[in-house]
């Protein structure tokens, strides 16, 4: 069975990430969320508009050698804090030694905090200035380059799952959900 | 500032659920998330993919007078949830009365459940004959009949909550965040 991590900050894009770990479930994938502290009452980490949702475990508890991804939601306060969190900079490495690395929307900015953004990708339009690297495409909701998946934003989410689901679980199983999500638009 | 009430049984779909708190939250609305326990250990409600959510408050607290409309998120075990609550029925029927009454994928089986369920609505499609009223059609994203607004999945939900915005704030604020979301395809 695949396995991905997705850690989640304060201030993480809510359907973002919601979207991620919902289609990717689905498609049969252990999903791991992980909140940033060491010790969490209960595991709640608050996204940008207030939606809080309860973490599975802390990410002192997690290496890449456990996942064959590790995923970032957007939101810019949620991407700040991945881009500002020494753990999660060590763990985009390893993943990206021999692993699979994503990120939506703002979050890209973390993959190039952490040098690991690929020749090509894309990431939510407002945010190509700050991430300020050569190769920002907008012609696709998902850029797949090499071992580096990105993606634009909200609207982009379920179809990014989809092609996750797609390159770790297979192209019948992601064609399985997009038509039992009413996702016609990916 | 108009207010929605969104109640969340165990088994919600996660993704309807929040992209529509989410959508309605960018566009000023004031949204509550109820529990259906009385008294419930932190507030938490888990979803139809494993993903465990914190609600605001308990139903037992809420009128409907205090809101200008309720919206029911889908998944199977939720709806049959919340089409077995005494209290969820009973604010269905108080919101038709003269607020707004919402329902999203197997929901508006709660909706037919409690006498409110509109001569025209939409659904998830294999939730069709379950809920087996004429009236159903498949060629809109989301169906609006006088106060009952119906849409039918997951890969509908930020379009509906577009919609929702529309209705309760107004068609500048749905477009702002149409385009702030990437919601090209709604």
Redesign the interface.
């Known amino acids: 069975m695949a396995s991905v991590l997705v850690p989640l900050a304060e201030g993480f ?3 973002e990430a ?2 991620l ?3 990717m ?2 498609g049969g994938i252990e999903v791991r969320t992980v909140y940033l502290e060491d010790e969490f009452s ?1 595991a ?1 980490v608050t996204g940008a ?6 973490a599975d475990m802390s990410i002192k508890n997690v290496i890449c050698d456990d996942f064959d991804m590790i995923v970032l939601p957007g939101g810019w306060d949620g991407t700040y804090a991945l881009a500002e969190n020494k753990r999660v900079l060590e763990l985009l490495k390893e993943c990206k030694a021999n692993k699979m690395v994503g990120a939506i929307c703002a979050a890209p900015y973390a993959l190039k905090k952490a040098g690991v953004l690929g020749d090509d990708y894309t990431c ?2 407002g945010a190509k200035d700050e991430i300020n690297q050569a190769g920002y495409r907008n012609d696709k909701k998902v850029v797949i380059d090499g071992n580096i998946m990105t993606s ?5 989410a ?1 179809c990014f799952g989809l092609a996750i689901v797609e390159k770790l679980v297979g192209v019948e199983t992601m064609l399985s959900i997009k038509e039992g ?5 990916c």
Chains 1, 2 share one sequence.
Do not use: A, C, H, K
Not at 49 to 54: A, D, K, P
């Open positions: 894009e809510e359907v919601v979207s770990i919902d289609v479930r689905r209960n709640l508009n207030g939606i809080t949702i309860q939510y339009p634009q934003g909200p609207g982009t379920l999500m009413l996702l016609d638009f």
